[in-house]
Every structure is written in structure tokens, then in C-alpha cells.
């Protein structure tokens, strides 16, 4: 069998003890999950006139609003889905099932690989089921293209691998899952903190640079443009370069991290 046969066959192994591992303890990804619901839900219904006669002027409905929150919603999706991620990776540091793996004779690469891909196929379902909670709650896109719909759904998956990949350094690096919980609240945080819930343009200036660089806003104003038919400009590119940029940098901590010997 050759190595790349074997690496496949312990990838898929990896593969399928996480998911074996989340659906028998899925009280974390509910948990995470409940939180892109319940903001949803909470600016739509609590917010929503408020904030769609703020984003569209005096005719605004709150059908506006939907379609204007919904994309940054599946981005707040990700960040809060790949969380469990950090936590699943710095449990099987701290149980020591991470080092017991080392000294098994499989691919060394399949435990991180087994680790990611299931994350990345946990989130794909996150954003099925809060996607379909906004279409239950009034969103549309009609205009879309099936290519911009494809388009959408690669940059969606484009940018959970990136977060996950950021999400295995930081559980690799953590002592405990508290830890790895504490390290990753940013990815839940950005998203608040960009153009999700309101325009970039409408913050205060001082505050307007926090919003437009950093990854998440360009994503979701690719993704507004792609399922709604608004301006992309250079967002689409910017996007692309910080999944790119952020997954090099993800795999490069992980590696060093699995790689180096145990203290």
C-alpha cells in the first residue's frame, strides 16, 4: 500500500472517531450553535424594524433586515461553530491521546487531518440548519445565479477550513479546554464587531478601521454580494486573501506545535 493510501485510510479513521465523538457528546456544537440562532432571531424580531428603518430609510420592512443579517449570521455561524473545535483538540492534548497517537505506526498527518475535515463538515451543517431557520424566518435570494450560489457556498467552506485551521493551533496550544475556550472567543467577537449587524460606514469613524480590516467583513459583503445582488468591489479578492493567508498561518502553528517532542 502505498503512502498515500495509507494516509487516506488512517485520515478516514481520524474522520470518523470525531464524528463518532461529537454525536455522542453533542451538547458542545448545540451549545455553540445556539448562539448564531438566538442572535438571529433576537435582531430580527427584537431589533429588526429599528434596525432596517436605520439600514434602508422610512419604507424599509423587516424583510430588509433579514436579508441584510442572514449573511452575516453564517459567517457568526462559523466562528462560533469551529470554538468546539479548540476545545475537542486541547481535551485530546490534555488526556494525553494526542502523544499516544505519535508512537502508533499510522500517518502522523491523519490525527490533525481527521480533526479539521470533521470540523469543516460539523460547520457545513451548522450553516445548513441556521441557514434554514433565515429562509423559515422570510429570507429570499432570488436574483442568485446557481454560480453565485456555488460561489457562495465555496467561500463559506473556504473560510470555515481557514478557522478551523485556526482553531486547532489555538486547542494545540492550550493546557486545558477552558483554555482553548478562552483563546477562542475572538472568532465569536469579530463578527460583532464587523459589518454583520450594521453597515462599516455608519460607525463611528474612529471605530470604522476596527470593522473594515479585519477578515470577517470583507467575507460577508462578498457574501451579500454574491446572495443578494449588492457591490462586491475588492471584498471578493480581500476574502479570498485572508482565508489563504489564514490557513497558512493556522497550518504552519499546528504543525510546529504536533511536531515538536513532548516535554
Sequence with gaps: ?????????DSSTMLRRNLLHARRYPSLTLNLLLTPVVMLLLFVYIFGDVMSAGIGGVGADRSDYIAYIVPGILML????????????VSTDM??????RF???????????IGHVVGSVLQVLASLLFVGAVGVAIGFRSVDAT????????GLLALFALALTWIAVG??????????????????????????????????????????????????I?????LLLGTEI???????IAWCLGLSVLGYCWTASLFNRDPK
Design 170 to 219: 489555538m486547542g494545540m496550544s492550550s493546557p486545558n479546554a477552558e483554555a482553548a475556550s478562552n483563546k477562542g472567543m475572538p472568532l465569536v467577537l469579530l463578527p460583532f464587531l464587523s459589518s454583520a449587524f450594521i453597515p462599516a460606514g455608519t460607525m463611528p469613524g474612529w471605530f470604522q478601521p476596527i470593522a473594515e480590516y479585519q477578515p470577517f467583513t470583507p467575507a
Design 102 to 112: 505519535r508512537t502508533m505506526a499510522i500517518h502522523r498527518s491523519s490525527v490533525i
Design 94 to 99: 490534555a488526556e494525553g491521546l494526542i502523544a
Design 233 to 239: 468591489g475588492n471584498n471578493g479578492w480581500i476574502a
Design 146 to 153: 446557481a454560480l453565485e450560489w456555488l460561489a457562495a457556498f
Design 221 to 225: 459583503e462578498t457574501l451579500r454580494g
Design 77 to 88: 455561524t462559523i466562528g462560533s461553530t469551529v470554538m468546539g473545535t479548540a476545545v475537542s
Design 1 to 9: 500500500m502505498s503512502a498515500l493510501s495509507l494516509a487516506a485510510r
